[in-house]
């Protein structure tokens, strides 16, 4: 039995997470009842293939979410982000570069500065009368 090249091999518990939701026969309650059901997909598509490093290819796709759900909720405040995982800023801030997650919170400020922007230009006008 050969390992799985992580590289040749990616596993997407987002993916199998949204297609057991999907399932109309398939329902969980909780995020551990998910993470087990998307689990027993990945190992049954598997069959006899063993899988290398699970652990951090399972961390990675369930932190990146984790944290940019988080980076939502707290309007993009890095400190605040980290204190609401339980984790120092620095340790925040090695894995926003980690996953490569300073690009994507750039682009995503970038386009709620945009909208806001947008927003007032639109009040601003109709406040004008024009």
């Not at 329902?27 to 069959?47: C, D, H, I, K």
């Not at 386009?111 to 806001?116: C, D």
Request: glycine share 4%; hydrophobic share 40%.
């Amino acid at each position: 039995m050969q390992p799985i090249n992580q590289k040749t091999e990616h596993f997407s518990l987002a993916e199998e997470l949204t297609q057991s939701s999907r399932c109309s026969t398939t329902t969980w309650s909780t995020l551990q009842e998910a993470v087990e059901m998307a689990m027993g997909n990945y190992f049954s598509q598997l069959g006899e293939t063993t899988p290398a490093n699970l652990l951090p290819m399972v961390l990675a796709e369930v932190e990146v979410p984790l944290m940019k759900a988080v980076l939502h909720r707290t309007h993009f405040n890095r400190l605040q982000a980290a204190k609401q995982l339980g984790i120092s800023r620095t340790t925040f801030h090695k894995k926003i570069r980690q996953y490569g997650l300073d690009v994507w919170m750039e682009s995503h400020q970038a386009k709620a500065l945009f909208t806001a922007s947008a927003k007032f230009d639109e009040q601003d006008k109709a406040g004008d009368g024009v």
